[in-house]
């Protein structure tokens, strides 16, 4: 009897360090636990653009920029500024800050900072003070001293403090971009299973990391120190920032298959469904002369060169290049107002603009960042230099288009086109007649199709003026969900309001009209 037992406390002792061996996977290399740093990076930036892509369908909504031509209620209870009940709709983001980064992200910094891999954890800073920011320009109260922890509920920080802390990873990331690691990444970061936001250019990163501050700067212009205070910072970090459009931040795609689509493209098929697929009536009517003029839809070709490049014409036109745009909170028209994938030929739609499967997708860009310098240097009063930034962003555009026009059906926009319209009456003609409808016109142009958080950022701050954006749709009674324009989306429903919800009582998230109190940055709280 002693003998079987010793025999089965030894057999006990093998399983059990079989099990050690097998279980201690840091230390086997068939089982790697803490994945490096190099293989990690690829996926982190792809989710930078697919979880900003999904969400964006939502803002679009809020914007006016892109809707839907359904009768279906959950397509139009975004354009009301409302929500959908018990749904994950509009939580990506959510999702890709705390889950598709999350410890991914953690462990790819880890494991840069640990083996002095400083590009690494250089863009692991980046990409986590972005994250945040989009998130909190988003959500408004998120967790972030809680994060990534092992347990079943999560206090939320507000948004001050997060804006705050998006301030130190700014400054970790422009740490390490200062460091010099003993061995050669260069290799990896320049190849598609490397960097695919710039390919291991430390400067752009750097430039990306001061667009970061500019942008969160901008978002303060309701703060009462804003003139004397916070308009030089945003104008000291766009000049750090991006230089022109060859440095402007978007993530690469093949497009040879769904998988290597755009997230924005026909193959990937977010904007496949009609809930979200239709150009709205503001982007036609400021490329229509809608900028300084009165627009009568549907719309023929203005002035604008864009136009045609960025915009589908009406379906069901073939004698006249006539466009239509969507309008909120109705049934719009399938049969004529087009979808933004362009033409169906052959069983597939085509692409238009942004939205094809070969091309990059934006996070930021040059001409956007100038449309910021102008805007916080016509408030400090400095019209020359406002104008000036003002038509910088213009001519930048245009190229900007020139990039994603489709070269077999498309010619770029000419010199003579560009002049033409910075002579024409969409343009105001001196510095001194230069109005803040005119730059958060021409940035809704910009921004549209690739920039809805920043241009849902701009709405809010000035509080849906259609002085300030005269082709906003305005909405008022039934028109609104709550009787309110939303300043807020809803933390995500499942993580939160299944397992979560003491915390968002605390926050008052539990009261549908939630979503309509204006967020920090809008208010004039320091």
């Given at each position: 009897m002693k003998a079987k037992i010793v025999t089965a406390l030894l057999l006990?002792?093998?399983?059990?360090?079989?099990?050690?061996?097998f279980m201690d996977i840091n230390d086997n290399p068939s089982y790697p636990q803490n994945a490096k740093a190099e293989i990690l990076l690829a996926p982190i930036i792809f989710h930078m653009a697919n979880g900003y892509a999904q969400d964006q369908t939502i803002m679009n909504k809020f914007n006016q920029s892109i809707m839907g031509a359904s009768a279906d209620d959950a397509s139009k209870v975004w354009e009301r500024h409302g929500f959908r009940l018990q749904s994950d709709v509009g939580g990506v983001m959510w999702r890709m800050v705390y889950f598709n980064h999350g410890r991914n992200l953690a462990n790819m910094i880890r494991d840069a900072v640990e083996n002095e891999k400083y590009e690494y954890a250089a863009i692991g800073?980046?990409?986590?003070?972005?994250?945040?920011?989009?998130?909190?320009?988003?959500?408004?109260?998120?967790?972030?001293?809680?994060?990534?922890?092992?347990q079943l509920s999560f206090e939320y920080d507000d948004q001050k403090d997060v804006y705050a802390q998006v301030r130190v990873w700014c400054d970790s990331a422009l740490y390490y971009m200062d460091q010099k690691s003993p061995l050669d990444y260069s290799a990896n970061l320049s190849s598609e299973k490397g960097d695919n936001l710039f390919r291991g250019d430390m400067e752009k990163w750097r430039k990306f990391v001061y667009g970061i501050r500019a942008l969160q700067y901008i978002h303060l212009v309701n703060k009462p120190d804003f003139k004397s205070k916070y308009a030089d910072s945003v104008l000291y970090y766009v000049n750090q920032s991006l230089a022109s459009n060859d440095d402007d931040?978007?993530?690469k795609f093949l497009g040879d298959k769904a998988e290597t689509s755009s997230v924005v493209g026909p193959l990937y098929g977010v904007y496949t469904s009609t809930y979200y697929s239709r150009a709205g009536q503001p982007i036609v009517s400021y490329l229509s002369g809608g900028l300084r003029g009165t627009v009568t839809a549907p719309s023929r070709v203005a002035s604008d060169p864009r136009l045609l490049r960025m915009i589908n014409r009406n379906l069901d036109n073939t004698a006249d290049t006539v466009f239509s745009g969507a309008l909120p909170n109705v049934t719009n028209?399938?049969?004529?107002?087009p979808s933004v994938l362009g033409k169906i030929v052959g069983g597939v739609y085509e692409g238009k603009?942004?939205?094809?499967?070969?091309?990059?997708?934006?996070?930021?860009?040059?001409?956007?960042?100038?449309?910021?310098?102008?805007?916080?240097?016509?408030?400090?009063?400095s019209l020359p230099e406002a104008y000036e930034a003002y038509l910088n962003a213009i001519r930048s555009h245009m190229t900007f288009v020139n990039k994603y026009i489709n070269t077999n059906a498309e010619t770029a926009i000419s010199e003579a086109q560009i002049k033409s319209y910075l002579t024409s009456s969409e343009i105001p003609q001196t510095s001194a007649d230069l109005m803040l409808s005119d730059i958060m016109g021409q940035k809704y142009i910009v921004q549209w199709g690739w920039g809805g958080l920043e241009q849902w950022c701009d709405l809010r701050k000035y509080n849906y003026d259609t002085n300030i954006f005269k082709q906003y749709q305005s909405l008022s009674g039934s028109g609104l969900q709550y009787?309110?324009?939303?300043?807020?989306?809803?933390?995500?429903?499942?993580?939160?309001?299944?397992?979560?919800?003491?915390?968002?009582?605390?926050?008052g998230a539990l009261d549908p009209y939630y979503v309509t109190k204006p967020t920090w940055f809008v208010t004039k709280d320091n």
């Open positions: 006990l002792t093998l399983i059990m360090t079989g099990c050690k061996k800073y980046a990409v986590k003070a972005w994250g945040y920011q989009m998130l909190t320009d988003y959500h408004g109260p998120v967790i972030m001293k809680e994060a990534l922890r092992d931040a978007a993530v028209s399938a049969t004529i107002i603009f942004i939205f094809r499967d070969k091309v990059d997708f934006p996070l930021m860009t040059y001409a956007q960042l100038q449309l910021v310098k102008s805007e916080a240097l016509f408030i400090k009063g009787q309110a324009y939303c300043y807020r989306v809803r933390p995500r429903y499942n993580s939160e309001y299944a397992w979560n919800a003491k915390e968002l009582d605390k926050w």
